[in-house]
T-cell receptor, first 112, second 114 residues
Framework: QQQVKQSPQSLIVQKGGISIINCAYE??????FPWYQQFPGKGPALLIA?????SEKKEGRFTISFNKSAKQFSLHIMDSQPGDSATYFC???????????FGEGTQLTVNP | DTEVTQTPKHLVMGMTNKKSLKCEQH?????MYWYKQKAKKPPELMFV???????INESVPSRFSPECPNSSLLNLHLHALQPEDSALYLC?????????????FGPGTRLTVL
């Protein structure tokens, strides 16, 4: 019930391409969905987040799409760059607590 | 400034040692967190402090002992650790620990237990 399932585990994209990472959740009480980006040797950094009252949120090259009925959300990275190579974690939390439930992570490699 | 600092960056300790990890933030945040992260895995929540009081303990073994001396500092005291406790230990902070609070992570302490 508390799980967030993330796919794919790893992703290789050419420079300029679109990277797509998907997450699915079971707990309908989740209502905050952030994405974190983590570079090797660094802590995770918030990239973008969405609430269920909107179906899409865009910040620069990064877009979250949210499908409440399917309990799925995804991260799209447009015009992917080698500097985007990192591990991406989706996460979810609910109003009543401060716990973040993380997905298993996606290691993105953008080839030049 | 959205910086969370952690010291030391790396720590190697034996199973009989006692050591401490330190975390500091000056963003006025009142919620602070300890996470453990194994290689290629997501962070796992260990402890949450809210307004300097321990609010969440995720059934962490007693060989890990958190302490929040004041609203800017968070310590994790380590004693009699096991090799499987080797991991990246991350500290994070957020405004008040509520739903919409962004958690800001530090760079972590890479811990190796011999």
């Amino acid at each position: 019930q508390q799980q967030v399932k993330q796919s794919p585990q790893s992703l290789i994209v050419q420079k300029g391409g679109i990277s797509i990472i998907n997450c699915a959740y079971e707990n309908t009480a989740f209502d905050y969905f952030p994405w974190y980006q983590q570079f090797p040797g660094k802590g995770p950094a918030l990239l973008i987040a969405i609430r269920p009252d909107v179906s899409e949120k865009k910040e620069g090259r990064f877009t979250i799409s949210f499908n409440k009925s399917a309990k799925q959300f995804s991260l799209h990275i447009m015009d992917s760059q080698p500097g985007d190579s990192a591990t991406y974690f989706c996460a979810a939390s609910q109003t009543s607590g401060s716990r973040l439930t993380f997905g298993e992570g996606t290691q993105l490699t953008v080839n030049p | 400034d959205t910086e969370v600092t952690q010291t030391p960056k790396h720590l190697v300790m034996g199973m009989t040692n006692k050591k401490s990890l330190k975390c500091e933030q000056h963003m006025g945040h009142r919620a602070m967190y300890w996470y453990k992260q194994k290689a290629k895995k997501p962070p796992e929540l260990m402890f949450v402090y809210s307004y300097e009081k321990l609010s969440i303990n995720e059934s962490v073994p007693s060989r890990f002992s958190p302490e929040c001396p004041n609203s800017s500092l968070l310590n994790l005291h380590l004693h009699a650790l096991q090799p499987e406790d080797s991991a990246l230990y991350l500290c994070a902070s957020s405004l008040e620990g509520g739903l919409s609070d962004t958690q800001y992570f530090g760079p972590g302490t890479r811990l190796t237990v011999l």
